[in-house]
């Protein structure tokens, strides 16, 4: 396997960081403040002309794997600009490939039909609306999708949905338009074939936001994480994506490149964590010397160092399985990365954030949101506990012991 970065994702990487130095850089501490001072959770002018200048670059939507919708990269020349974009909360979006919009792009991508295409994937494609995907509950175990409880049910031309999500992420933003619902069709059915994926119109009658929640207290403007009620919400049978049954196929498929892109931002963000801590260890002093000569905080800069480049090393190889062997090949590879990257960035930052002080703990460096990021991973798209129970199955399953 070769890491070298292939000539295409030297070109997008070369660009891609004279925008974010040119363009967002300048205006980040801005958009900062802007979010904190909101009282709407609307989106800045400054962020939407941000967008607008990356579309009009050719750095948009870079994370599908189509030269006529998006940049036509693999998995693995993708990832450096995944961690590129992974530095800072806003980058992402600004090139379109924030989740749960990637996520939910290639759902419709890979599984929906024509129509389904037409009126919702190439407004996303446009970032012209958001998305939310709605698949946890919170009434029962969520990490164990086969205990969802909430339901799709087919009576006759129309499917109806019921039930309560939460944790579903950009229900805050007033562009989000559409939601993907995973609900049961079929309890009798084989427990992976009984759930249907649906889309859901905000504006259908029986959707309600019912509150945002907060993350270790943030928020998370302007997207945000939201509990959604379904109550008797009628759509027709076309809404289904794929058709009835198919929703724990479409939910792994939709999983697999979606942690690939989530563990190279965090790489990103680590990065950014160790060079804040190098910086700051540098231009303090305390008793008589520069911080970063006290209490050991050299080795930790080399174990940062070090933990951050095995980190990269493991994801890489699992955009690598997944470009060359499919997720039946990778999944093993996909557990292992979703376990490993936020355990490596909450180490990291928190690191950073003990050099800072007091100033690691406030809003003026990007610290406590990084760690808040890192360890709300732990949990989203499943606990760790879940990936290693994934891990140490395939392990086990070499001498004869899966499950």
Sequence with gaps: MDFAHSARSREYLEKLRAFIATEVVPVEAQLRAERA???????????????????????WNLFLPDAQLGAGLSNVEYAPLAEEMGRSPFNAGVFNCNAPDTGNMEVLYHYGSTAQKERWLQPLLNGDIRSAFCMTEPDVA????????????VEGDEVVLNGRKWWSTGVGSADCKVLIFMGVTDPEAPRHQRHSMVLVPMDTPGVSVDRMLSTMGLYDEPGGHGQVSFDNVRLSLDAII???????????????????????????LAEMALDLACKRGLERVAFGKPVI????????V???????????????????????????????????IKVAAPRVVQ?????????????????????AEAWTVARALRLADGPDE???????????GKHGAGR
């Design 302 to 336: 080399a174990d940062a160092r070090i933990a951050i480049n095995s980190l990269r090393l493991l994801v890489l190889n699992c955009a690598w399985l997944l470009d060359t062997q499919g997720l039946t090949g990778a999944q093993s590879a996909v557990a292992e």
């Design 142 to 153: 969520s990490s164990d999708a086969t205990n969802m409880a909430a339901t799709a049910t």
């Design 347 to 367: 180490q990291v930052v928190d690191f950073s954030m003990q050099i800072h002080g007091g100033a690691g703990l406030s809003d003026d460096f990007p610290l």
């Design 386 to 396: 879940v990936h290693q129970g994934m891990v140490a199955r395939y392990e086990l």
């Design 242 to 268: 794929a058709g009835p049954g198919r929703g724990f196929e479409i939910a792994q498929g939709r999983l697999g490149p979606g942690r690939v892109h989530h563990c190279m931002r965090l790489v990103g």
């Design 293 to 300: 000569n006290l209490g050991g905080n050299r080795e930790r």
């Design 37 to 59: 001072a909101a009282v709407d959770w609307t989106v800045p002018p400054e962020y939407r002309e941000l967008q607008r200048k990356a579309r009009a670059a050719g750095l």
